[in-house]
């Protein structure tokens, strides 16, 4: 058995916050009522008692949306289903600042959650009000760090555009001297249609601050970088890690996908991808996943789809593991490729593994668009 598919992740969306940030492409509705959050939880419980509890460890995240803008006994009843469901390896919760409340920090540390992930984004006032966003300061993250013993692990995004430069490296002291153990650091990604969007001026983004010099500010600070985006002064996060070993996992809520591996008869790979409907009328008539949209992965969408998301964690590539699972040699399909690549430091390659260099971890894009020619072009080859 391939020990990349040896755990299975719960992801359950919680379509509400309690404000709209001006950056959001997310599903998620602030005009809710607690009556309306019950009916959603409601249907999410009813979900999840649909779901076989794995044989595997299960990573259980609970996202959205904001999961602490839920009415508090709303919180409580869904965590507690989780919990006695699937008594996760892993529970995380989202959360942002301004609803991460003693109350809803109680009611979590009650049934088990170990990972809080909090939305904080920026410390600095200047960048929230340019992404039209609320709620994180220092003392109300250092009141969080005080109140909630586990791994606290924060969001921050950089990018934005019109920000002091450094900023997001002020943002990473500070939170390095709270004792926040793990940081996820994002690009803003201005979306069409955004109210972002339509105040931002072309190129704008390419004048923000430096990448390189952020990650070397959080590498200083003790964290591992372990993923692309990703740092952690202790453990990774498993269910994200799940999602990159392209493990099972099923979402629950509306929008929420799911990825499910199948097993063709012509003894090669394939997944379902499965999404809700992300509007909650339709989402509540139909009972369990009949509102779906399903997409077939073929076995070339995950070979490329492995590639990708491999790449992007330190540990890289195994190509025993690759062959195992796609029946293709990676070092015969991309030979030439990967001695350019290397030669330009962009990545390492060994007798066991493909690894993206630091550098490569940092133009990644470039990297994989130039992989994923050499893979297909090979692929075609054969296949001809
Ligand atoms: S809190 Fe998150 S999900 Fe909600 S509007 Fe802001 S970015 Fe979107």
Known sequence: MDD??????IYVHVPFCTSRCDYCAFHSSVNWTVDAQRTIVRRIIV?????????VPTTVYVGGGTPTALDPPLLDELLATLAARFAPVEFTLEANPES????RLSIAAHHGVDRLSVGVQSLDPDTLRRIGRRGADVARIEAIRRRWPSTLSADLITGVPGVRPGSSRTDVDRLAAIGIDHVSVYGLSIEPET???TRT???DAQAAEGWVELVDTIVSHGYRRYEVSNFSRGAPCLHNVGYWRQCDYIGVGPSAVSTIRVDPPDGSIAAIRIEQS???ARWLSQPGWTNAATERLSMRDLMLEHLMLALRQVDGVSFARFTTRYGHDLRALAADEIDRLRDESLVVADRTTLRATRRGLDLLDPVLVRLFAAVCRNLDTVAT
């Open 4 to 9: 990349y598919l040896e755990s299975f992740g």
């Open 47 to 55: 979900d999840l008692h649909a779901i076989d509890p794995p044989r």
């Open 100 to 103: 991460a409340t003693d109350e």
């Open 195 to 197: 109210p972002l969007a």
């Open 201 to 203: 001026r072309r190129g």
């Open 278 to 280: 992300i509007d909650h």
